[in-house]
């Protein structure tokens, strides 16, 4: 019997971009158009020395949803070590993200409400990530 560790569960980043640099494959990422809306899971390929950028929560946010955030996770490899840099990019950790103006009219609503990196990291206190629990679910405003 073979047994797959789970590197990372499934999350999106709180982040503006992220930029990730792997010695092994592992990532994966939710492709939420495939199926007709169900989704499925992607293998990212491992090109030597290309550096994976992906969007998260804080451009799904400044975009008032235009742009969705990246659902990714990691499993691990048996057989070697995986290393992974990941560089994390937005704003200070009291800085509200918020939707700007110019994105909000009457067919526009404000859909989702401002945060810090520091609410995120009191979310993180209460909540489990490895459940499927995200922040930015907690952040849409339902009309
Ligand atoms: O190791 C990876 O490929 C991804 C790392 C990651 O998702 C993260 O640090 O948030
Ligand atoms: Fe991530």
Redesign the pocket.
């Known amino acids: 019997m073979r047994f797959t560790a789970l590197?990372?569960p499934p999350?999106s980043?709180y982040s503006c971009i992220?930029i990730?640099l792997?010695n092994l494959t592992?990532?994966e990422i939710f492709d939420l158009t495939a199926h007709g809306g169900s989704g499925r899971w992607v293998h990212v390929p491992e090109v030597k020395g290309v550096l994976k950028v992906h969007i998260g929560d804080h451009v799904e946010v400044l975009s008032n949803g235009l742009y969705k955030s990246v659902i990714?996770k990691?499993t691990l490899n048996e057989e070697k070590t995986?290393i992974?840099l990941?560089s994390?990019h937005s704003l200070g950790m009291d800085d509200k993200m918020s939707v700007p103006c110019q994105l909000v009219n009457d067919e526009n609503p404000v859909r989702y409400r401002e945060s810090s990196f520091n609410d995120f990291l009191g979310f993180l206190v209460k909540n489990d990530i490895s459940q499927g629990d995200r922040f930015i679910d907690t952040l849409r405003i339902k009309y």
């Open positions: 590197g990372l999350h980043d992220t990730l792997q592992g990532l990714h990691v995986r992974s990941a994390l």
